[in-house]
C-alpha cells in the first residue's frame, strides 16, 4: 500500500472532475505469483472487454506497471523502487442516470481481472469497498468531449459515417437541385 | 555525443543501397549450434563505421524473440511487443488479417534473419558461402525473400521512395527536413536513442540493458502491392476528378486525364511520382504527366513544413506521407518526434507478384511504428479526420473515404486490397559486443 499512499499525498485534492468530465483511477497490488495470469485475463479482454458494455465510459484501460520510471531527465539519484507489481485502472466518464455507481458496475465487470490482486474479496459489496479503498485523485487525464455522454458521440458519429457515405454515393450528382432533394430526403433519417 | 560506429550494425543508420538482397529466415537445431553458427557470423557482419571503399556485399543479423530466448539471453529486458508472438500481435496491433499471410514468415519458427545485400558475381559467391555455413551447423532455413531495388528508387507503384529519413544526431549524412522542425526555419537532429538503444533519446533517457546497447529493434513486413488494381484506381479516380474539380489548364482531355491521375496520386501520397513533395509544389505542368512518371528527382527537396498549410489545401492531411511523417502538423507537433521511424524497405518480385519488403529500425515497436501504422495511417482520428485511412491501407474499419480539400473539394472512394501483408516479424538487431556475448553464451 506503499505506492498508494505516496500517490495519494501527491495526487490529495486534485479532483476527479473538470467541466462535465469525471475521471476515475484505481491502483491495486498484483497479487504473489498473479503476474503472469493477470496478463492472460487482460490479453483476453483486448478481444472481448468487460468495459465495452459500461454507458457511461468514455475511455477506461487497465495497466500493468512492473516498476518505476528511472533514468529520465532530473531523475532521482536514488530512485524508489516498487518491490511488487500494481495494476492501475483509469476511465473518463460522464455518470449515468439510474440506479448504481460505476464503482459497483467495475466491481462486477471487472472482478475476472481485479481477482488477481492482492486482497480482492471473493464476492458481494466487499469489491465495492475495495475499489473505491484504492481509488486515488487523477492529476492529469484527457477528456475529449467533457460535455457529452458516450452515447451522444456515439450517436455524431454515426451520423458523420452516414454523411460520408452519402458524400460517395452521390458524388457524380452535378444538379444542385437534385442533390438537395436527396440530402433532404436521407438526412430526415439522420436526426 | 559520439556514436559507436563500430558496435553498430550497418543499414540501421545509413542505408546501404545496393541493388540487390536475399533474407534468410533460419532456425538453429539447438543452442549450441545457433552459438556456433553466431560465433562464425559476428566477423563478418558489416558495422557501421566508415568504410574507405565500398564493400561488394555486406551481411547482417537479426534475432527474434525465440531466437534469444533459446540463445540464452536475459530477455527481462526485451519489451512485451517483442516477446508476443507476432501471429498473435498483429491483428489488434497492426490491422493484420492473417489469412492473408502466406509461407513460414511470422509463423515462430525463425530464431534469426541473415540479411544478405549487394551485387553481381560478389553477391553470388558469398550467398553460396553463406548457404553452405549454414548447412554445415544444421541451421534450416525456413522462409527467404528476395528483393531488388527498381530504377530511380522507385517502389511498384511507381513512386520514387525512400529519401525521407530521420536525420539522426551524431551522422553526418542528414539534410534540411528530415530532424524535428525548429523556429526560424531550422531543423534538429532527432536524439540516437530513438533508433539506437544506449544513447539519449527525445524523453532525456539513456538507460539500456547490455544485450540491447547499440541495438536496435526491427519490423519486417512483406506488403504485396496489387499494381493492376493501384492503376484501374487512379483511372477511376482522374475520371472523376476531371468532371468535378476539373483540370483548367486548356489542355485535350487525354492530357487532362493522364495529369488528373498524377495529381490525384501525389495528393493521396503526398510526393509526385517523381519524389517531389506535394506540400512544395502542389502544381506541376500537365505536359509533363508523362515524364513525372519516368524521370525522378535526385534528390528532392525536403525542407517543408505542414503548419501554414493547416487545411490541407496544399498537401491533404491524410496523405500517405503526411500521416507517417506530420512534420510540424498543428494536432501531432509535439509527438512527431517520438514516433519517426527509419525505413529500410527493397521491392521484391516473384512471378506475378510485386511489393515491398517493409523494414523499419526503431528503439519501441509500441510507441513508434506501431503508432505510426495503426494510429496515424489506419486512422485519422489524430488529425481530425474521423475514420479516414491512409490510401495505402484502406480496410473495412475505415470510412471508405479521403479527401483532396479545394474548391470543391475531391472526395475519393477508398479502394481497399491495394496493399495486403503477407508476414511480418519482430527482431532485434543487436550491436556487435551483445552478439559476441550471446555467440559466446555469455549473455546473462
Same mark, same amino acid.
Given at each position: 500500500?506503499?505506492?498508494?499512499?505516496?500517490?495519494?499525498?501527491?495526487?490529495?485534492?486534485?479532483?476527479?472532475?473538470?467541466?462535465?468530465?469525471?475521471?476515475?483511477?484505481?491502483?491495486?497490488?498484483?497479487?504473489?505469483?498473479?503476474?503472469?495470469?493477470?496478463?492472460?485475463?487482460?490479453?483476453?479482454?483486448?478481444?472481448?472487454?468487460?468495459?465495452?458494455?459500461?454507458?457511461?465510459?468514455?475511455?477506461?484501460?487497465?495497466?500493468?506497471?512492473?516498476?518505476?520510471?528511472?533514468?529520465?531527465?532530473?531523475?532521482?539519484?536514488?530512485?524508489?523502487?516498487?518491490?511488487?507489481?500494481y495494476l492501475l485502472f483509469s476511465a473518463d466518464y460522464t455518470p449515468a442516470p439510474g440506479d448504481g455507481t460505476l464503482l459497483e458496475r467495475l466491481a462486477e465487470v471487472g472482478a475476472a481481472v481485479w481477482n $488477481?490482486? @492482492?486482497?480482492?474479496?471473493?464476492?458481494?459489496?466487499? /469489491?465495492?469497498?475495495?475499489?473505491? #479503498?484504492? %481509488?486515488?485523485?487523477?492529476?492529469?487525464?484527457?477528456?475529449?468531449?467533457?460535455?457529452?455522454?458516450?452515447?451522444?458521440?456515439?450517436?455524431?458519429?454515426?451520423?458523420?459515417?452516414?454523411?460520408?457515405?452519402?458524400?460517395?454515393? $452521390?458524388? @457524380?450528382?452535378?444538379?444542385?437541385?437534385?442533390?438537395? /432533394?436527396?440530402?433532404?430526403?436521407? #438526412?430526415? %433519417?439522420?436526426? | 555525443?559520439?556514436?559507436?560506429?563500430?558496435?553498430?550494425?550497418g543499414n540501421i543508420l545509413r542505408g546501404y543501397s545496393f541493388p540487390r538482397a536475399i533474407h534468410l529466415f533460419v532456425a538453429f537445431p539447438d543452442a549450441d549450434a545457433g552459438r556456433r553458427l553466431l560465433r562464425?557470423?559476428?566477423?563478418?557482419?558489416?558495422?557501421?563505421?566508415?568504410?574507405?571503399?565500398?564493400?561488394?556485399?555486406?551481411?547482417?543479423?537479426?534475432?527474434?524473440?525465440?531466437?534469444?530466448?533459446?540463445?540464452?539471453?536475459?530477455?527481462?529486458?526485451?519489451?512485451?511487443?517483442?516477446?508476443?508472438?507476432?501471429?498473435?500481435?498483429?491483428?489488434?496491433?497492426?490491422?493484420?488479417?492473417?489469412?492473408?499471410?502466406?509461407?513460414?514468415?511470422?509463423?515462430?519458427?525463425?530464431?534469426?534473419?541473415?540479411?544478405?545485400?549487394?551485387?553481381?558475381?560478389?553477391?553470388?559467391?558469398?550467398?553460396?558461402?553463406?548457404?553452405?555455413?549454414?548447412?554445415?551447423?544444421?541451421?534450416?532455413?525456413?522462409?527467404?525473400?528476395?528483393?531488388?531495388?527498381?530504377?530511380?528508387?522507385?517502389?511498384?507503384?511507381?513512386?520514387?521512395?525512400?529519401?525521407?529519413?530521420?536525420?539522426?544526431?551524431?551522422?553526418?549524412?542528414?539534410?534540411?527536413?528530415?530532424?524535428?522542425?525548429?523556429?526560424?526555419?531550422?531543423?534538429?537532429?532527432?536524439?540516437?536513442?530513438?533508433?539506437?538503444?544506449?544513447?539519449?533519446?527525445?524523453?532525456?533517457?539513456?538507460?539500456?540493458?547490455?544485450?540491447?546497447?547499440?541495438?536496435?529493434?526491427?519490423?519486417?513486413?512483406?506488403?504485396?502491392?496489387?499494381?493492376?488494381?493501384?492503376?484501374?484506381?487512379?483511372?477511376?479516380?482522374?475520371?472523376?476528378?476531371?468532371?468535378?474539380?476539373?483540370?483548367?489548364?486548356?489542355?485535350?482531355?487525354?492530357?487532362?486525364?493522364?495529369?488528373?491521375?498524377?495529381?490525384?496520386?501525389?495528393?493521396?501520397?503526398?510526393?509526385?511520382?517523381?519524389?517531389?513533395?506535394?506540400?512544395?509544389?502542389?502544381?506541376?505542368?500537365?505536359?509533363?504527366?508523362?515524364?513525372?512518371?519516368?524521370?525522378?528527382?535526385?534528390?528532392?527537396?525536403?525542407?517543408?513544413?505542414?503548419?501554414?498549410?493547416?487545411?490541407?489545401?496544399?498537401?491533404?492531411?491524410?496523405?500517405?506521407?503526411?500521416?507517417?511523417?506530420?512534420?510540424?502538423?498543428?494536432?501531432?507537433?509535439?509527438?512527431?518526434?517520438?514516433?519517426?521511424?527509419?525505413?529500410?524497405?527493397?521491392?521484391?518480385?516473384?512471378?506475378?507478384?510485386?511489393?515491398?519488403?517493409?523494414?523499419?529500425?526503431?528503439?519501441?515497436?509500441?510507441?513508434?511504428?506501431?503508432?505510426?501504422?495503426?494510429?496515424?495511417?489506419?486512422?485519422?482520428?489524430?488529425?481530425?479526420?474521423?475514420?479516414?485511412?491512409?490510401?495505402?491501407?484502406?480496410?473495412?474499419?475505415?470510412?471508405?473515404?479521403?479527401?483532396?480539400?479545394?474548391?470543391?473539394?475531391?472526395?475519393?472512394?477508398?479502394?481497399?486490397?491495394?496493399?495486403?501483408?503477407?508476414?511480418?516479424?519482430?527482431?532485434?538487431?543487436?550491436?556487435?559486443?551483445?552478439?559476441?556475448?550471446?555467440?559466446?553464451?555469455?549473455?546473462?
Open positions: 500500500m506503499k505506492l498508494l499512499d505516496t500517490l495519494r499525498q501527491l495526487t490529495r485534492g486534485a479532483g476527479n472532475q473538470r467541466w462535465g468530465a469525471h475521471s476515475l483511477l484505481i491502483l491495486a497490488p498484483i497479487g504473489d505469483g498473479a503476474r503472469e495470469d493477470l496478463l492472460g485475463e487482460l490479453a483476453r479482454c483486448e478481444h472481448d472487454s468487460p468495459l465495452a458494455g459500461l454507458a457511461e465510459v468514455h475511455f477506461a484501460r487497465w495497466v500493468v506497471i512492473d516498476q518505476l520510471k528511472t533514468g529520465f531527465a532530473d531523475a532521482p539519484k536514488r530512485p524508489s523502487r516498487l518491490d511488487r507489481p $488477481h490482486c @492482492d486482497g480482492f474479496p471473493p464476492d458481494g459489496p466487499a /469489491r465495492v469497498d475495495y475499489l473505491a #479503498a484504492h %481509488r486515488c485523485d487523477t492529476t492529469l487525464y484527457y477528456a475529449g468531449y467533457p460535455d457529452a455522454t458516450p452515447a451522444r458521440v456515439k450517436t455524431a458519429v454515426a451520423r458523420r459515417d452516414a454523411l460520408t457515405r452519402f458524400v460517395l454515393d $452521390h458524388r @457524380d450528382e452535378r444538379d444542385a437541385a437534385t442533390l438537395q /432533394r436527396a440530402y433532404l430526403k436521407e #438526412a430526415a %433519417r439522420w436526426f | 555525443m559520439v556514436l559507436e560506429l563500430a558496435d553498430i550494425q562464425a557470423l559476428v566477423p563478418q557482419v558489416q558495422t557501421a563505421a566508415r568504410w574507405d571503399e565500398r564493400p561488394e556485399t555486406a551481411l547482417n543479423v537479426a534475432l527474434t524473440y525465440a531466437g534469444l530466448r533459446l540463445l540464452g539471453a536475459d530477455d527481462e529486458c526485451l519489451p512485451g511487443a517483442l516477446r508476443e508472438p507476432i501471429a498473435q500481435r498483429a491483428p489488434t496491433r497492426l490491422g493484420d488479417d492473417l489469412r492473408t499471410w502466406r509461407g513460414e514468415l511470422g509463423r515462430g519458427k525463425a530464431h534469426a534473419l541473415v540479411l544478405l545485400a549487394g551485387d553481381g558475381w560478389a553477391f553470388a559467391q558469398r550467398l553460396r558461402t553463406l548457404r553452405t555455413l549454414l548447412d554445415e551447423h544444421g541451421v534450416e532455413v525456413g522462409f527467404e525473400q528476395r528483393t531488388e531495388a527498381l530504377a530511380d528508387q522507385r517502389e511498384h507503384f511507381g513512386f520514387a521512395d525512400g529519401f525521407g529519413q530521420p536525420a539522426v544526431e551524431g551522422t553526418d549524412h542528414r539534410r534540411a527536413g528530415q530532424g524535428e522542425p525548429e523556429e526560424y526555419g531550422s531543423w534538429r537532429d532527432i536524439k540516437a536513442g530513438e533508433f539506437v538503444h544506449g544513447y539519449e533519446d527525445e524523453d532525456a533517457q539513456t538507460e539500456t540493458a547490455p544485450l540491447l546497447r547499440n541495438g536496435s529493434f526491427m519490423v519486417y513486413r512483406k506488403l504485396e502491392q496489387d499494381v493492376e488494381r493501384f492503376r484501374s484506381y487512379l483511372d477511376r479516380e482522374a475520371d472523376h476528378y476531371c468532371a468535378t474539380v476539373g483540370v483548367n489548364h486548356g489542355t485535350d482531355p487525354d492530357t487532362a486525364h493522364a495529369y488528373a491521375r498524377e495529381l490525384v496520386a501525389a495528393k493521396l501520397i503526398g510526393r509526385w511520382r517523381d519524389g517531389v513533395a506535394v506540400e512544395l509544389a502542389p502544381e506541376r505542368d500537365p505536359a509533363e504527366a508523362h515524364a513525372l512518371r519516368h524521370e525522378s528527382v535526385g534528390e528532392p527537396d525536403n525542407d517543408f513544413r505542414y503548419a501554414d498549410d493547416r487545411d490541407g489545401r496544399r498537401c491533404p492531411v491524410g496523405a500517405h506521407v503526411r500521416r507517417a511523417n506530420p512534420r510540424d502538423s498543428a494536432r501531432a507537433t509535439a509527438q512527431t518526434r517520438r514516433h519517426r521511424i527509419i525505413r529500410r524497405g527493397m521491392p521484391y518480385e516473384e512471378g506475378d507478384a510485386r511489393g515491398l519488403v517493409f523494414i523499419c529500425f526503431n528503439a519501441s515497436f509500441e510507441r513508434q511504428f506501431e503508432t505510426v501504422q495503426r494510429l496515424w495511417c489506419d486512422d485519422g482520428n489524430a488529425f481530425g479526420l474521423g475514420r479516414d485511412q491512409d490510401v495505402l491501407f484502406a480496410s473495412g474499419a475505415g470510412s471508405g473515404k479521403l479527401t483532396i480539400p479545394g474548391e470543391p473539394p475531391h472526395f475519393a472512394r477508398a479502394e481497399r486490397g491495394l496493399v495486403t501483408t503477407r508476414g511480418c516479424e519482430y527482431l532485434l538487431m543487436p550491436g556487435l559486443r551483445a552478439l559476441r556475448a550471446l555467440a559466446e553464451g555469455g549473455e546473462r
